[in-house]
């Protein structure tokens, strides 16, 4: 990396690191400990004067203690080692603003300002939240930081509401808070202007790791929710990392490592973003170092122990997990073990953590974790069922996508309902 030009006010941009995620019954803790050692080298060496993380701290709203352990480690850490780096930390979906908030004051102490939430004025109205750095007396950037701004944020709900006003609504708040925050920075002019934010902007790609945050996907915004004012717009919620609409200063930084098998070939990154002048000058990614390889392969069953003998994973410091779906599998025996026995002695480099059958009728699956083997159909999967029926009904594409989109939110709320009990 070359070292930081004279002048420059440096940014990294990450996000979603969903510290205490799992993969099935599979723990990452070693992929997130590796990521955050990473990332502190990487501020020390870019000289990076703010570093941004734009939601999804953790994968839960009540995450493991070693989860919470790797994240104040990592702080105190960098504190220690790179003073002058400011941390801005905002919620998304999968966090407790309450659990986010609770180090608030102390974490101030040594750097890290926490934005779980937006402060509320007299009348119950959201204010903006302007952080000027490195103070409010010498500014060189401003970060509007904008959390996950939750329905209840956003609207007052009324009963018998349709699809259409609920949508309407919803984006309509989004848009008043980052206009009303492009409005409030305007005493500081001549100084560049940072906005973060966790949500979904339309037309972005998304993955089997995440989930709706608004009801069916309403309260998806366009690029153009995004005021001109704002020289970059550091988001977070969706894993892959992209811009936005076409426009490079809109971006999503990702998440750091795969959290689902659909993600294994996504170039995982960071941004190293570069302010001077009132203008943004460099905008640039910073690849992440894969510890642990997330594969899928898919075999042949007449080929499936000469296949697994040759295959060789890309080199990481940590084996990679496989998942593994064997072709036109006719069942007459137990292809689990066979997967199994083929892959003994290389677990240095591999291990098969999921193994699918894809028989030919192409209807129902056996999947299985580990070696246990449990047969599952298309009733295992209720969106599946109900894409079925949808297709069966004669809807048209439009209306289909539609109504699964509403059909994931029902299922979403059901898990929120759950969690919350």
């Known amino acids: 990396m070359n070292p930081k030009p004279s002048g ?16 099935g019954n599979l723990d990452r803790t070693l992929e997130h400990q590796r990521f955050l050692q990473w990332l502190e080298a990487t501020v020390i060496e870019a000289e990076a004067d703010a570093l941004v993380i734009s939601g999804d701290v953790f994968d839960s709203a009540t995450p493991p203690q070693s989860a919470v352990q790797l994240y104040f480690q990592f702080l105190a850490s960098l504190h220690q080692k790179r003073k002058e780096c400011r941390v801005v ?15 608030r004051d102390l974490l101030q102490l040594i750097g890290v300002q926490v934005q779980a939430t937006l ?27 904008l959390p996950f701004l939750r329905e209840r944020d956003l609207r007052r709900g009324e009963l018998g509401q349709d699809a259409d006003t609920i949508r309407r609504e919803l984006q309509a708040g989004i848009v008043a ?9 305007r005493r500081w002019e001549g100084v560049p202007l940072l906005a973060t934010g966790h949500l979904t902007a339309l037309g972005a790609a998304t993955s089997a790791s995440e989930r709706e945050i608004h009801v069916g996907g309403l309260g998806s915004v366009g690029a153009d929710a995004f005021p001109d004012a704002f020289h970059y717009v550091a988001l977070g919620h969706l894993h892959r990392p992209q811009a936005v609409g076409g426009r490079d200063h809109i971006r999503y930084a990702g998440s750091p490592i795969p959290l689902s098998f659909s993600e294994a070939q996504d170039a995982k990154e960071v941004r190293l973003l570069d302010f001077v002048g009132g203008r943004l000058v460099g905008n640039v990614p910073l690849p992440v170092p894969q510890t642990r390889h997330l594969i899928e392969l898919r075999v042949p069953e007449e080929s499936l122990a000469a296949a697994l003998r040759s295959f060789a994973p890309p080199p990481a410091e940590l084996p990679a997990w496989v998942e593994l779906t064997i072709l036109d599998a006719k069942g007459e025996k137990d292809l689990v073990q066979t997967a199994q026995l083929a892959a003994r002695g290389r677990e240095a480099e591999f291990e098969i953590v999921r193994v699918l059958l894809e028989r030919e009728s192409a209807q129902p699956l056996l999947e299985t974790g580990g070696t246990d083997a449990v047969e599952e159909s298309i009733l295992a999967s209720p969106k599946a069922v109900f894409a079925q029926r949808l297709k069966a009904g004669g809807f048209d594409e439009a209306t289909q996508t539609a109504l ?5 939110e029902l299922c979403d709320r059901l898990r929120e309902l759950e969690r919350s009990a």
């Open 8 to 23: 420059i006010f440096r940014v990294l941009h990450t996000a979603d690191w969903h510290l205490g995620k799992t993969l």
């Open 89 to 103: 930390v905002i919620s998304g979906n999968h966090d407790s603003p309450a659990q986010l908030d609770a180090p």
């Open 119 to 145: 402060p509320r004025r007299d009348d119950g109205s959201l204010a903006p939240a302007l952080l000027p750095l490195p103070s409010a007396e010498e500014p060189r950037l401003v970060i509007a930081a």
């Open 177 to 185: 808070c980052y206009r009303a925050a492009a409005e409030a920075a």
């Open 404 to 408: 699964l989109t509403a059909f994931d």
